[in-house]
């Protein structure tokens, strides 16, 4: 199959960019630097109806759960492999105010499809502290991302469309109808490079507000619960075991990949508010969260240069909005379909 885009990094942007023009049927090649530790890598993977401090429904989930669910779904099919884990999420609430909240938000009508009633205590007392109590959710869970992302990696390396190293804007040589990059032609160079985008000279002009984030690596008795629990932080038991535990939120760094003292030991003493039970760390990930500034997304070509494309700030929803955001962005690629104001990165 001739390539016809060049997508730079392959995280979840990147990935999900490449799935959805596979689907339909057109060439690309993934140029990646192939980082043993990535934001997307790092990621917990949630997939969470009712979030925020405001204990609000998701942005547009009853349209983006859906088609993420059918998108991991087919990819798993295809690699014979499992990514997407469907589990209940107990939110328990902080304090009086969020309890008041709740009170209010659990009326309203497009929450009501996500809660799911418990039989007994919501969770167990003698494990997890739950002064206010909470509820449970539904059409909610986790995908295991370094296992989608390398699994994929491994499927378009084996059809030749990925391959590990580094594209720089120097080496890009913009045509009339494309672009060249070591003597192959592209109709077009897309950049899903995550929050390093805002270091490049061509998108130095977007809001970009990024925050460093780690989750631990955790060993606790944790009295077999198998859901997510999050108050304060959320608590992801695994399959085989283990658990994580995140996430810290840190908008002015340096170093990407070294977290503060202060920001360890602030979400540490979060789990201690919320596990009554003795926990050793046993180690730590940390990545940067691609965020734009007013946007849950940003896609499209470069206003100055339609021959580069974009697909960037997915934030700590990538996992939802990745597979709905990529259609978009495919979908105007391919057949010119015009891209809503909120999301065009020309029109930002």
């Known amino acids: 199959m001739i390539p016809r885009f060049l997508i730079i990094g392959q995280g979840l942007a990147g990935t999900a960019l490449a799935w959805s023009l596979h689907q339909c049927g057109v060439g690309f090649l993934i140029v990646d630097r192939d980082e043993e530790l990535t934001s997307s890598k ?24 859906p088609e993420a669910i059918y998108f991991y779904r087919g990819i798993e099919q295809r690699l014979q492999a499992r990514f997407y884990h469907e589990v209940p999420i107990i939110r328990l609430l902080r ?143 695994r399959a085989d075991g283990s658990l994580r535990v995140g996430p810290t939120y840190e908008l002015d760094f340096e170093d990407p990949h070294v977290p503060s003292p202060v920001a360890l030991a602030g979400l540490e003493q979060k789990l201690r508010a919320l596990l009554k039970r003795d926990f050793l760390v046993k180690g730590s990930q940390t990545g940067v969260r691609p965020i734009i500034q007013g946007h849950q997304a940003l896609i499209g070509r470069h206003p100055a240069r339609p021959q580069i494309g974009f697909m960037n700030g997915l934030g700590s929803k990538g996992v939802l909005r990745a597979p709905w955001v990529a259609r978009q962005l495919v979908a105007h690629l391919l057949e010119g379909a015009e891209i809503e104001a909120g999301l065009d990165l020309a029109g930002n």
């Open 95 to 237: 304090d009086e105010k969020a309890a008041a909240l709740w009170e209010k938000r659990r009326m309203q009508p497009e929450v009501q499809p996500y809660l799911c009633k418990v039989e007994g205590p919501l969770v167990d007392d003698a494990v997890f502290d739950n002064p206010q109590g909470g509820f449970q959710q539904q059409h909610s869970g986790w995908l295991d991302t370094a296992a989608f992302l390398k699994a994929s990696r491994d499927y378009f390396e084996k059809l030749g469309c990925w391959q590990a190293g580094e594209v720089s804007w120097q080496d890009l040589e913009l045509k009339d109808g494309g672009v060249c990059w070591q003597g192959t032609f592209y109709t077009s160079a897309l950049f899903c490079t995550g929050w390093e985008a805002a270091r490049h000279p061509w998108f130095d002009w977007v809001p970009f507000r990024s925050a460093r984030g780690t989750v631990l690596n955790v060993e606790a008795d944790t009295g077999g619960e198998s859901r997510i629990i999050n108050r304060g932080c959320w608590l992801l038991p």
């Open 42 to 65: 790092v990621a917990a993977g949630l997939v969470t109806p009712i979030t925020g401090m405001r204990l609000n429904l998701n942005w547009r989930y009853d349209t983006l759960y």
